[in-house]
């Protein structure tokens, strides 16, 4: 499997730059997603605003998220993760870096977002595969 099969069917969630933080916490909560990719005005990926970021920069500070653009609080793109890389790579990369969010690219485009959800998800699928498998084997 690799994080191609993992975000196939999924809309790639993004905001540009100069949206408000406001527009993006709510873009988020309706989406019940915890980080968005930020892309710049020319649709490259510039880097990722999460919960974390929300909290850290706009609340703490008490700065007024209407009057904020997206791109004065975004985290800066620390790592990507390739479609053709695996999930065992992507949770690897996340560990090494401390994020639960990578933005996924097709060579220089970018094209999703990869959750630490969705890693696990994948796991557990894995699981009760294998689950499947020794209980038939036994069965036998």
């Known amino acids: 499997?690799?994080?191609?099969?993992?975000?196939?069917?999924r809309e790639p969630y993004s905001l540009r730059a100069s949206a408000s933080v406001l527009d993006a916490a709510e873009f988020m909560a309706q989406r019940r997603i915890g980080a968005v990719c930020v892309l710049d005005e020319e649709g490259k990926l510039i880097g990722v605003f999460?919960?974390?970021?929300?909290?850290?920069?706009?609340?703490?500070?008490?700065?007024?998220?209407?009057?904020?653009?997206l791109?004065?609080?975004?985290?800066?793109?620390?790592?990507?993760?390739?479609?053709?890389?695996?999930?065992?790579?992507?949770?690897?990369?996340?560990e090494r870096i401390g994020t639960r969010h990578l933005p996924v690219v097709d060579g220089?485009?970018?094209?999703?977002?990869?959750?630490?959800?969705?890693?696990?998800?994948?796991?557990?699928?894995?699981?009760?595969?294998?689950?499947?498998?020794?209980h038939e084997y036994i069965s036998q």
Do not use: Y
Request: aromatic share 2%; charged share 30%; proline share 5%.
């Open 108 to 134: 220089e485009k970018w094209v999703g977002m990869l959750s630490m959800r969705d890693l696990l998800r994948v796991q557990l699928s894995e699981q009760g595969h294998e689950l499947k498998l020794l």
């Open 71 to 94: 791109g004065q609080v975004t985290s800066p793109l620390r790592a990507v993760i390739s479609c053709d890389e695996t999930p065992h790579q992507a949770l690897e990369r996340m």
């Open 50 to 69: 999460s919960e974390r970021d929300l909290l850290n920069r706009v609340v703490v500070p008490r700065s007024d998220p209407a009057g904020m653009q």
């Open 1 to 9: 499997m690799f994080i191609r099969d993992v975000i196939r069917d």
